[in-house]
């Protein structure tokens, strides 16, 4: 029989910093698509600034990041767009086993460690874990199936958190 591997934990260091308008967790957009024309910043770590080369040719970027204000998580939530719960695997809730978070903004512009960001759903002060670029070619498959957010994604132009996840 073959051994279980034991669970490795990983720790990353934040390569920066997002700042956005928002400072509550309540009241703010949940995707990017109901951030849209909202603008924000990143300051980069300067000792990683040579990494930033060449972003600047991208107009839309990943961000990977920690939801620093989110603590303790439940397997079954009720997500914003849905009042049934769902498995929290299924659902873009920012408590999480990993409380990491995703959001493609647009690139308007990088000045020396700082990158000019549009479309954030991120709380201001949010620590940066990775930038990757976003590249269609890669990243969209818009005919697959979106499970139960097939009905609703567009929802998220207009919806504004609430306390659900404080
Ligand atoms: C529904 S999550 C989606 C985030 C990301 N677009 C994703 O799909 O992973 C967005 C919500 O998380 C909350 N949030 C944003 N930044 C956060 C942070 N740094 N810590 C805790 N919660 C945060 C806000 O309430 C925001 O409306």
Redesign the pocket.
């Known amino acids: 029989m073959s051994e279980k591997p034991e669970p490795v934990d990983y720790t990353y260091t934040p390569i920066g910093t997002i700042h956005s308008p928002f400072k509550d ?2 009241g ?5 698509t109901g951030a849209r024309g909202i603008r924000g910043t990143i300051e980069i770590r300067s000792d990683l600034k040579g990494g930033l080369a060449d972003l600047e040719r991208f107009s839309r970027i990943i961000l990977l ?6 603590t303790g998580y439940s397997l079954k939530v009720s997500p ?1 767009l849905d009042p049934t719960p769902h498995g929290i695997f299924a659902t ?3 408590k999480r086993p990993n409380a990491i ?3 493609i903004v647009r690139l308007v512009g990088i000045d020396d460690c700082t990158l000019t960001i549009e479309d954030v ?3 201001d002060g ?1 620590p940066l874990l990775d930038i990757k670029p976003y590249v269609p070619a890669f990243d969209s498959y818009p005919d697959e199936r979106s499970g139960w957010l097939g009905a609703v994604a567009h929802n998220a132009q207009h919806a504004k ?1 609430d306390d659900r ?1 404080q």
């Open positions: 967790i309540v703010m957009p949940i995707q990017p990041y920690s939801l620093h204000r989110c914003f873009r809730s920012p978070g995703f959001s759903d991120i709380l949010t958190s996840f």
